[in-house]
């Protein structure tokens, strides 16, 4: 289920430190949530300069990410997922810290499908083990 978005300014970086970026972030978020691997989907989103700004300046590096997982997480999973990702973007891409932003977005297990299956459904087990 974990669902994982970056958003970077078009032309910054290459595919392939894009690439790297992915597997990096992928394989984090993994090992935090405790998730198989094969479970975890990441994409980049690339914004041409002009349809981007930070601190009202076009074209600024400044990334943003959003991390989806699955409502019952506990707080502590999700901080060390926004520093990992923060982290992450950092020594990847040399960004400025100070500039990354990140938010992790709770959904509910009855409103997230895999597979066509409710998530409530499909990972009942595992919801239920988090909630013990």
Known sequence: MPILEVHL????HTPGRHA???ARMSARYAEVLESPLSRIRAYV???RP??????GVPGVEAPYFTAIVLEGRPAEQRHRLLGAFT???V????????LVRGRIIQV???DWAIGGVPASAARRTEIAARAD
Do not use: F, K
């Not at 002009?50 to 601190?55: I, M, N, S, T, V």
């Open 9 to 12: 300014v078009e032309g910054e």
């Open 20 to 22: 790297e970026l992915l």
């Open 45 to 47: 989103t690339l914004h």
């Open 50 to 55: 002009e349809h981007w700004a930070a601190g």
């Open 87 to 89: 982290d992450i973007l």
């Open 91 to 98: 020594d990847t891409l040399g960004v400025e810290r100070s």
């Open 108 to 110: 509910p297990p009855d």
